[in-house]
């Protein structure tokens, strides 16, 4: 396993790290949010940009995240512009989407930036290019609010996400049963014990796939998403119970 080193933390051993979301919608909310996540021991911010009002004026979103890296000191941050397609707050053209995503990675400001798989292989040449040109790291995301794909094209999924550049293959599913949820954490498990080499990020939403959100560490999902406030997704539960059901499960394997 290729673990993936984020400034002071190791994505891919031990217990599966935990990653808060910020969704403000301005400047004052989004450092207000950050303020409380710090503080809440998350070990990766997420800023869902996607949820930013002022997100086309390239300018504010620099101002920002440089506030923003400022209020979380070292605590890594994850760029990610979620589009309405898959399950974002916003439309956004093609090429206005590279652009953010490698303007985000040369400005200095953070550790990794999200791209969505179905972008485009072109396209996520392009962006996985400028990021590990200037050493951000790339997670390679794939999300389904509708149902469960089976359990081979989950795995092929996430293999071609690997085979395009991801450092960080990451698929998120919505059940609708829970042998969907069955089906997410043996793709899971295949993955991440017999065809790759690096971490990845495998999640079953709702309240139904919540176990999914819990047992990384045994299926082999390396982060898990918790909530400070207002949760991004589906089935987010919070950061100290988060904390306390990984400590157990980890005490226990």
Request: aromatic letters at 6%; a negative charge; one cysteine or more.
């Amino acid at each position: 396993m290729n673990v993936v080193k984020v400034r002071n933390i190791e994505i891919g051993t031990g217990i599966p790290k935990i990653c808060v979301p910020i969704v403000g919608t301005t400047k004052k909310e989004i450092l207000s949010a950050a303020a409380g996540i710090r503080s809440a021991g998350a070990d990766v911010v997420e800023w869902r940009v996607d949820w930013y009002l002022d997100i086309f004026q390239f300018d504010k979103v620099t101002e920002t995240l440089a506030a923003l890296r400022e209020a979380l000191a070292d605590i890594p941050l994850l760029f990610t512009f979620r589009t309405a397609k898959e399950g974002g707050e916003k439309d956004i053209e093609p090429n206005t989407y590279i652009e953010l995503l490698q303007k985000a990675a040369k400005s200095g400001y953070v550790d990794m930036i999200d791209a969505e798989l179905f972008t485009g292989d072109d396209a996520i040449r392009k962006i996985i290019a400028a990021a590990h040109s200037c050493g951000v790291k790339v997670i390679l995301s794939n999300h389904d609010f509708h149902h469960t794909p089976n359990q081979q094209e989950l795995v092929t999924r996430l293999c071609q996400m690997r085979e395009l550049g991801a450092d960080i293959p990451k698929i998120a599913v919505m059940p609708e049963s829970k042998k969907d949820v069955l089906t997410l954490l043996a793709a899971t498990e295949e993955a991440a014990y017999d065809r790759l080499d690096c971490p990845i990020i495998t999640m079953s939403m709702a309240g139904t796939g919540v176990i999914s959100r819990l047992a990384g560490e045994i299926f082999g999902s390396a982060l898990t998403f918790g909530a400070v406030g207002k949760a991004s997704a589906p089935g987010q539960i919070g950061v100290k119970d988060l904390h306390n059901v990984l400590d157990i499960i980890h005490k226990s394997i």
